[in-house]
């Protein structure tokens, strides 16, 4: 065990520039934002801040109609909030490791909870997946990023990225699925037999499916309890 004096730890957790960059990651579990306008973050994510920062949470006219009723299905949907002004805004989510993507005219699936941030040049929209009949709706919502800008997502631990072929679909657990390419539509699939085996269903095991032509990013966790039908 290393014991540092005053001095050393100050210098060493000491807030850094090292990048010209809006998004900086002071470490791997906590983002700094350098604000110069206005980013999207979820809600309840800031751990400090400087300058002159204003904090909205999204307005009900901004959602639209579609997401509003989305999330009145689901009971939930991810919370954004507005960060105008200008000044530094330090994020993080449960401590868990944060990535940074760039992205140039793409789109991506990210699951709700692992949305920290992202650049107002991305465009959101909270996507329902298909087949949700008998499953708990909260964790069926993801957000489809778009357009040019940076994303920031979060993840419990090394993610891990999966090609996805025509000849080789990928099935994962939804609890431990993070994101996946903006051409890929997973289907929900159960099966029985696998209850004990592959996730944590009541007896039934709960399966995202993803056929085409892509990649699907997973974490060696899992976040979201899903359960069976009663």
Same mark, same amino acid.
């Given at each position: 065990?290393?014991i540092?004096?005053?001095?050393?730890?100050?210098?060493?957790?000491?807030?850094?520039d +090292?990048s010209?960059? !809006?998004? &900086?990651?002071e470490?791997?579990h906590?983002?700094?934002?350098?604000?110069?306008?206005?980013?999207?973050?979820?809600?309840?994510?800031? =751990?400090?801040?400087?300058g002159? =920062?204003?904090?909205v949470r999204?307005?009900?006219? &901004?959602?639209?109609? /579609?997401? +509003?009723?989305k999330?009145?299905?689901? #009971?939930? /949907?991810? *919370?954004?909030?507005k960060?105008e002004?200008?000044? @530094?805004?330090?994020?993080?989510? !449960?401590?868990?490791?944060?990535?940074?993507? @760039?992205?140039?005219?793409?789109?991506?699936?990210?699951?709700?909870?692992?949305?920290?941030?992202?650049?107002?040049g991305?465009?959101?929209?909270?996507?329902?997946? @298909?087949?949700?009949?008998?499953?708990?709706s909260? /964790?069926?919502?993801?957000?489809?990023?778009?357009?040019? #800008?940076? =994303?920031?997502?979060?993840?419990?631990?090394?993610?891990?990225?999966?090609?996805?072929?025509?000849?080789q $679909?990928?099935?994962?657990?939804?609890n431990?699925?993070?994101?996946?390419?903006?051409? +890929?539509?997973?289907?929900?699939?159960t099966?029985?037999? +696998?209850g004990?085996?592959?996730? @944590? #269903?009541?007896g &039934?095991?709960? *399966?995202l499916?993803?056929?085409?032509?892509?990649?699907? =990013?997973? *974490? $060696?966790?899992?976040?979201?309890?899903?359960? /069976?039908a009663?």
């Amino acid at each position: 065990m290393t014991i540092k004096n005053l001095n050393e730890f100050l210098e060493s957790s000491k807030q850094k520039d +090292l990048s010209p960059e !809006a998004f &900086e990651l002071e470490s791997s579990h906590l983002l700094e934002v350098k604000l110069n306008g206005r980013v999207w973050a979820k809600s309840g994510s800031m =751990v400090a801040y400087r300058g002159g =920062v204003k904090f909205v949470r999204q307005g009900l006219m &901004e959602q639209g109609l /579609g997401n +509003l009723l989305k999330k009145a299905i689901s #009971g939930e /949907g991810t *919370q954004l909030m507005k960060m105008e002004g200008q000044g @530094r805004v330090y994020v993080a989510d !449960a401590g868990k490791k944060i990535t940074l993507l @760039r992205l140039n005219g793409e789109s991506i699936f990210v699951n709700g909870n692992d949305v920290l941030a992202f650049e107002d040049g991305i465009a959101s929209d909270i996507k329902m997946m @298909r087949k949700v009949a008998g499953m708990m709706s909260g /964790g069926l919502f993801n957000i489809k990023l778009s357009g040019s #800008g940076v =994303v920031a997502i979060t993840s419990h631990y090394e993610p891990l990225t999966l090609s996805v072929t025509p000849d080789q $679909p990928v099935f994962t657990d939804p609890n431990a699925t993070v994101a996946w390419s903006g051409g +890929l539509s997973p289907d929900i699939v159960t099966d029985i037999s +696998l209850g004990t085996l592959f996730g @944590r #269903g009541s007896g &039934e095991s709960i *399966q995202l499916k993803f056929a085409g032509t892509g990649w699907v =990013v997973v *974490q $060696p966790y899992e976040e979201v309890y899903f359960q /069976g039908a009663d």
